[in-house]
């Protein structure tokens, strides 16, 4: 079964205002599923959805077999699921420690050891400890943002647009990362406008256009289609 899912699923920003339009999703434990498509297709507001940012006004959204459509997102937190936006996702004034100690507000007992493992597994970030978030490199950035979730010990990871913004060589250094988050154990859902390259490295993919489903299956095949390819991939 799977660990995160979405059942007709109608959410959107107002009264009157549908983005998702009876949306179904699947994320199995472990796996890395990649979320493409059209802008305004919905894709953030998914994510928004599994966080609890975003409600759902009808549908059903389960976490390990848990209905969570009514919970905040401290609650789905708590629970594992870690979201990491595309926008000020970092506190920039403040130090990379600091920021991982705001990341690890949930469990105060446990931050300084889970931040000597974040510096083991980010070494990057173990150098540039003491300097302000403002100061790295927009794929430092980007890291840390991911840092400060994972300080949840989260089993979902939630990742809107992570290479917006960033050279090749950046983008090319974050999805690694993000294989190597997702090769501890963490499932992934990854948000992407560089549709290719989220599903080189997804199992999984899920195409969006106008708040449904138009595709889903395995991201290779459905990247090598060139239909899917023409029409929403810009290949």
């Known amino acids: 079964m799977g660990i995160l899912r979405a059942k007709s699923v109608i959410a959107g920003y107002g009264a009157h205002d549908e983005i998702l339009?009876?949306?179904?999703?699947?994320?199995?434990?472990?796996?890395?599923?990649?979320?493409v498509g059209?802008?305004?297709?919905?894709?953030?507001?998914?994510?928004?959805?599994?966080?609890?940012?975003?409600?759902?006004?009808?549908?059903?959204?389960?976490?390990?077999?848990?209905?969570?459509?009514?919970?905040?997102?401290?609650?789905?937190a708590a629970l594992g699921v870690a979201y990491v936006p595309q926008e000020r996702n970092v506190f920039p004034t403040m130090t990379v420690d600091e920021n991982l100690e705001m990341g690890g507000y949930l469990a105060p007992g446990e931050r300084r050891a889970r931040a000597a493992g974040v510096f083991e597994r980010f070494p990057v970030l173990a150098e540039r400890r003491r300097h302000a978030a403002r100061t790295l490199s927009g794929g430092q950035r980007?890291?840390?943002?991911?840092?400060?979730?994972?300080?949840?010990?989260?089993?979902?990871?939630?990742?809107?647009?992570?290479?917006?913004?960033?050279?090749?060589?950046?983008?090319?250094?974050?999805?690694s990362t993000i294989v190597q988050i997702n090769a501890e154990g963490v499932a992934i859902v990854l948000v992407e406008q560089n549709a290719l390259d989220a599903m080189a490295i997804a199992r999984r993919a899920y195409l969006l256009v106008d708040g449904r489903t138009a595709r889903t299956g395995d991201a290779r095949e459905l990247a090598a289609d060139p239909d899917v390819r023409r029409a929403f991939l810009g290949a």
């Not at 339009?21 to 979320?35: K, N, Q, T, Y």
């Not at 919905?42 to 966080?51: I, V």
């Open 21 to 35: 339009r009876g949306i179904d999703f699947d994320l199995e434990p472990g796996e890395i599923v990649a979320v």
């Open 38 to 76: 059209p802008n305004g297709a919905g894709k953030s507001t998914l994510l928004k959805a599994f966080a609890g940012i975003v409600r759902a006004r009808s549908g059903d959204l389960r976490y390990d077999e848990r209905d969570v459509s009514g919970l905040a997102p401290r609650e789905l």
């Open 142 to 175: 980007q890291i840390l943002a991911m840092a400060m979730a994972l300080m949840v010990e989260p089993r979902v990871l939630l990742l809107d647009e992570p290479s917006a913004g960033l050279a090749p060589l950046a983008a090319e250094t974050l999805f």
